[in-house]
């Protein structure tokens, strides 16, 4: 069949005509997955296939064998046959961008989800974005204030790392993220909310972020019952719109909700297409596409924007080990580790400082502040250390310094890392709290890390 188009391009060259369109045929279903035949196309063309009552169905070529290709559809498969008629598409990989995204909700192909109209205006570029010499790579050198107290004071954010978010279900992710989208000091947030219920995509548009977030946000969404290849596009289409910003100058900070439902939806057409799976049913392309997505983010050139991105990785059943939990931690500058049991203590947010860690941290904060930042972990993970004994009464005051003084500290260093989902904690006030904290009376550190 190459060999036949090949011809007829070449006949319609030499006769100044129009290159002939090729069409294909679908052969077979099974499950999500399409075989097809009769049209040369690329990995990673897409194509429509068209239906019995006239409407299309889109689809991705994902792999082939000899001449069948495998496709994997975008939408519903409902109403297809065998020998339905498959349309390739050119320039078919194009997104739109630009300043007309802010305050809008796109889904996964780029179309508008929510009830503002069509998009208008700006430009479309290739979804896959040129990747950047390391080389060139401006370096970490500011902070990036996200206004939570915990992350500010003890965990500083730089402008271009790439930081997990590591927790179970209903430890308070989303709520976490809701509030750096309110209150950064980033010119632009993306926010890609991938494999989540639907349910839960309305209501963090309207009670997480609320106006003023949207407003300077711009919000990709693919729900858990969108194919598994949307929800990959999704993911896809959230950074490359992060990387537009990234290259007008702007400051972005791009929050993914979550990066184990990207991996989940790699692995769905990887088992589909016949990749053997390895990793605890991961097969080794999800652990190739990770840091080829991670990547795209961070700094550009020098003088040039960033991206500063918060993926949440899904720890099931608290499992930090989970393969993708630790392929993450392995690719990643940092990560927040969010405890269930500081959550169910009404502790809020519940970031566990203890098993936290920023890596850029001593590059971007002076040298009082890491100094006190690590003072405030070993005072609170002394006290964590002997709790049990506190609590039973079995440790003697005067037994060991250290202790005694992490005792009286730590309910000033439990309220410290508290905050309320309606308050701001700029990046300057955590670090002068901080050291109040450590060098004064408790009770005046806790007057200025309210104030």
């Known amino acids: 069949m190459s060999e036949l188009t090949a011809r007829l391009k070449h006949r319609a060259r030499r006769l100044g005509a129009p290159a002939p369109k090729i069409y294909g045929r679908l052969t077979r279903v099974v499950g999500l997955t399409l075989e097809a035949v009769g ?39 409902d109403g297809l046959r ?67 107290r915990a992350i500010n004071a003890l965990l500083t954010v730089g402008k271009g790392q790439r930081l997990g978010l590591f927790a179970g279900s209903g430890v308070g992710k989303s709520m976490l993220l809701g509030m750096m989208t309110r209150f950064t000091t980033a010119d632009i947030t993306v926010v890609g909310l991938i494999g989540e219920r639907g349910r839960e995509v309305k209501e963090f548009i309207e009670d997480i972020l609320g106006e003023a977030g949207l407003a300077r946000s711009v919000v990709v969404a693919s729900p858990a019952d969108d194919s598994p290849l949307m929800r990959l596009r999704a993911s896809v289409l959230t950074t490359r719109i992060a990387e537009y910003y990234r290259d007008q100058g702007k400051s972005v900070l791009l929050l993914m909700d979550s990066l184990t439902r990207y991996a989940q939806a790699q692995r769905e057409i990887a088992l589909a297409v016949g990749e053997p799976p390895a990793t605890k049913g991961y097969p080794p392309s999800v652990f190739a596409k990770l840091p080829q997505l991670v990547e795209r983010t961070g700094n550009g050139k020098p003088g040039g924007g960033s991206i500063t991105a918060f993926y949440t990785v899904l720890t099931e059943g608290d499992d930090q080990q989970d393969p993708i939990a630790d392929a993450s931690r392995a690719i990643l500058d940092g990560h927040i580790v969010l405890n269930r049991r500081l959550a169910e203590e009404g502790h809020y947010p519940a970031i566990d400082v203890e098993a936290s860690i920023s890596r850029v941290m001593p590059q971007v904060v002076d040298k009082e502040h890491l100094q006190k930042a690590q003072k405030f972990k070993q005072l609170y993970s002394r006290y964590q250390q002997t709790r049990d004994l506190i609590a039973v009464g079995a440790y003697v005051a005067g037994s060991d310094p250290e202790i005694d003084q992490a005792i009286e500290r730590y309910p000033h260093l439990r309220r410290f890392l508290q905050q309320r989902l309606d308050e701001s904690a700029p990046f300057p006030a955590c670090r002068q709290a901080l050291l109040h904290l450590l060098k004064s009376a408790p009770e005046n550190a806790e007057q200025t890390a309210r104030g």
Do not use: W
């Not at 000899?66 to 994997?72: F, N």
């Not at 192909?109 to 060139?136: C, F, T, W, Y």
């Open 39 to 77: 049209c040369p196309m690329n990995l990673g063309d897409r194509c429509l296939i068209r239906v019995a009552d006239q409407r299309r169905v889109e689809a991705e070529v994902v792999g082939f064998a000899g001449e069948r290709l495998y496709l994997m559809p975008l939408n519903p498969i």
């Open 82 to 148: 065998a020998g339905a008629l498959i349309e390739p598409l050119d320039g078919g990989g194009d997104v739109p961008v630009g300043q007309h995204l802010l305050g809008r909700v796109l889904d996964g192909a780029g179309n508008p989800l929510d009830a503002k109209g069509p998009l208008m205006g700006g430009e479309r570029v290739s979804l896959q974005g040129a990747p950047i010499n390391p080389l060139h790579r401006a370096p970490i050198r500011e902070t990036l204030d996200v206004g939570i």
